[in-house]
Nanobody, 116 residues
């Protein structure tokens, strides 16, 4: 598995979670130039893009999470993070990370459940 997502859980509406995506098998020189993204898939729905961070740490977000979520990365640790604040029930989904340009096979993701 090239990418491993973790940090999900059950939280009440208004709460926060921090997701981590790590790439333990990649070497630094491979990971650092990648544009990485978080995606999510709610039950019965298609996977949707949530946020992207470029190699120079520029970030973009889907409208529904802008201002509440923050994507970041630590190349030395080969990790990408998603800080999620002010969570809503509609944020409930399995969250995945992947390479934007050359996606790897999707891993298991991490479940985020937000109760109302």
């Amino acid at each position: 598995v090239q990418l491993q997502a973790s940090g999900g859980g059950l939280v009440q509406a208004g709460g926060s979670l921090r997701l981590t995506c790590k790439a333990p098998r990649m070497i630094f020189s491979v990971f650092a130039p990648k544009h990485m993204a978080w995606y999510r898939q709610a039950p019965g729905q298609q996977r949707e893009w949530v946020a992207t961070i470029t190699d120079n740490k520029a970030a973009t977000y889907v409208d529904s999470v802008r201002g509440r979520f923050t994507i970041s990365r630590d190349n030395s640790q080969k990790k990408v993070f998603l800080q999620m604040n002010s969570l809503r029930p509609e944020d409930t989904a399995v969250y995945y990370c992947n390479d934007v340009s050359s996606p790897y096979p999707w891993g298991q993701g991490t479940q985020v459940t937000v109760s109302s």
